[in-house]
């Protein structure tokens, strides 16, 4: 039995839809009946509250098992077996430590890789809900992955901050993170699009000239929508809660666009210029830098701060 792919679905903005499409790829993933684990991997636990699993005192959860994992060198990893037919490893708050606890680590890249190596054997596809963060907990979920989706929210911030991810895994690259690890992107991921609206017709086209050079993009979008929302207050998946709307057809399209494999590069070949995402908010926002006098640099001065 071969592996299980592993992919993670992240960004380092806030509210850009990873949650939301860990959740609905997962779910149309298992509905072509395919054997998936889900991950939460945000200390939010967006992901485990939307599967109804509350942290509970005792409940093993990703961080439980982490940190037996860091102080015993073994652990007993939870995997809860949802109804939907979906397996699950839910978060805590506690996951919010795991930045520093990874600081006493040696190799403490590695350690997640470590504990779903053995799962792997067991899943067709392992999905990873990645915190909106770029640190050494997201190095983690980068190493223990295969590839990986960036969701790409239609804000001058949210393409920006795609760029930066790019720029981050390049860095991570130059550092040798990815010498023994051939970590891949799948794709950029446009999310909560309002195609009605020329600013978001505006925004999609710069995505896609600009981090298209670097990333593929998806062909297929995710179109804002209330049903998804709606569908999450119920704690379900929106193939789950209307398979006839949209965004089960959407996110439907997405799996088999994943599955086809045709859209993934390797982080290895990545060429991202120098501030890319700074050139990335400038081409997405008609905001000017602020400038002083005379077009010049707008005036700063610093405090002395003593403690
Ligand atoms: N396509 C969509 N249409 C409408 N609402 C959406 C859509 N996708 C996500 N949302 C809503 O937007 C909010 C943020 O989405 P989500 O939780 O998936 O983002 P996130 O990137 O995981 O956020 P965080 O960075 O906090 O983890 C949620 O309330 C979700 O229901
Ligand atoms: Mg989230």
């Not at 949210?158 to 992107?185: C, P, V, W």
């Not at 179109?223 to 998804?228: L, N, P, S």
């Amino acid at each position: 039995m071969s592996d299980a792919r592993t992919m993670f679905v992240g960004s380092g903005k806030g509210g850009t839809g990873k949650t939301t499409t860990a959740q609905n790829l997962a779910s149309a993933f298992v509905a072509a009946g395919y054997r998936v684990l889900g991950v939460d991997g945000d200390g939010q636990a967006s992901w485990s509250h939307l599967n109804g699993l509350f942290p509970r005192q005792g409940r093993p959860n990703i961080y439980s098992a982490l940190k037996q994992l860091i102080e015993q060198y073994e652990t007993k990893v939870g995997i809860y077996h949802l109804p939907s037919g979906l397996d699950f490893i839910p978060s805590s708050s506690g996951l919010h430590k795991i930045v520093s606890d990874l600081a006493s680590v040696e190799r403490s890249e590695y350690l997640l890789q470590q504990l779903l190596t053995p799962l792997k054997g067991r899943y067709d596809l392992i999905i990873i809900d990645c915190p909106p963060a770029l640190n050494a907990w997201t190095n983690n979920i980068f190493m223990a992955c295969d590839d990986g989706i960036i969701t790409i929210q239609l804000e001058p911030l949210g393409i920006a901050s795609a760029g930066e991810t790019l720029e981050y895994l390049q860095g991570l690259r130059k550092r040798g993170l990815f010498m023994h690890h051939d970590l891949k992107l799948s794709g950029g991921l446009i999310t909560m699009m309002d195609s009605r609206t020329a600013i978001h017709r505006n925004l999609a086209e710069v995505a896609q000239e600009q981090l298209g050079q670097h990333m593929s993009i998806f062909s297929t979008r995710i179109e804002r929508t209330i049903q998804f929302p709606e569908a999450q207050y119920f704690g379900l998946p929106i193939d789950l809660y209307n398979k006839d709307s949209k965004g089960t057809a959407a996110y439907a399209a997405l799996a088999e666009e994943v599955l086809a494999g045709t859209s993934l590069r390797s982080v290895s070949g990545l060429q991202v210029p120098a501030r890319f995402a700074d050139s990335l908010l400038q081409a997405a926002s008609s905001i000017e830098e602020q400038a002083g006098e005379n077009g010049t640099e707008v005036t700063w001065e610093e405090i002395d701060v003593v403690i």
